[in-house]
C-alpha cells in the first residue's frame, strides 16, 4: 500500500517527506492557507489521513465550533477535529481496500480545498479581534496589509 501513496504523490507533483516507512507528510500550498501540512499514514488496516487547520479559537467558542460541526456533514474523507488542546485538524481514515492512486489524490484534493477555502472564515470566526489588533499595529507602523486583505472589511476602520 505505501507503493500506491507513494506513487499518487508523483503522480500529483506534490512536495513530501517519508521520515519512516509508510507515513507521508505532504505540503500542500494554497491560496488563502499558504501551506496545509498533511501526514498520510500507512496502518495496518486503514490510512489515516490529519493535516493541521488552525489553533484554538481565541473567542467566539461557540459560534466557531457550530460553525466546523456544520461543515462536517457535507465533508467526504475527512472531518473537523480538535486535539486535546483544542486546536482544529482534519483527519480521516480510509480503508486499505480502498486506497487507490485515484482515492488518494481525492483526499489531497479534499483537505487541500477544505482548509485554503475555509481557512478565512474560520480566522474570522475565532481571531477576529486578533486581526483587528495586527491591522491597526501594522497601520501604524506603516507595515504591509497585505496578508490581511482578505479581512479588510472587518479589520480597516477606514472602510
Request: glycine share 6%; aromatic share 12%; net charge negative.
Amino acid at each position: 500500500m505505501r507503493d500506491v501513496v507513494e506513487a499518487a504523490l508523483k503522480a500529483a507533483d506534490v512536495t513530501y517527506d517519508e521520515p519512516r516507512p509508510g507515513a507521508f507528510l505532504v505540503n500542500l500550498p494554497g491560496q488563502h492557507k499558504l501551506a496545509t501540512m498533511t501526514w498520510l499514514i500507512v496502518g495496518e488496516q486503514a490510512l489515516h489521513v490529519e493535516a493541521f487547520f488552525c489553533r484554538q479559537p481565541d473567542e467566539n467558542h461557540a459560534e466557531f465550533y457550530r460553525w466546523l460541526l456544520g461543515k462536517n456533514g457535507a465533508m467526504y474523507g475527512v472531518h473537523f477535529s480538535l486535539d486535546p488542546v483544542g486546536d482544529v485538524y482534519l483527519v480521516g481514515r480510509v480503508p486499505l481496500a480502498a486506497v487507490t492512486e485515484a482515492e488518494v489524490d481525492r483526499l489531497l484534493g479534499c483537505v487541500l480545498t477544505y482548509s485554503d477555502d475555509w481557512f478565512d472564515r474560520a480566522l474570522e470566526l475565532g481571531f477576529a479581534s486578533s486581526i483587528r489588533r495586527e491591522w491597526e499595529w501594522r497601520a501604524k507602523r506603516g507595515e504591509s496589509l497585505a496578508n490581511l486583505q482578505a479581512f479588510a472589511r472587518f479589520a480597516d476602520p477606514d472602510r
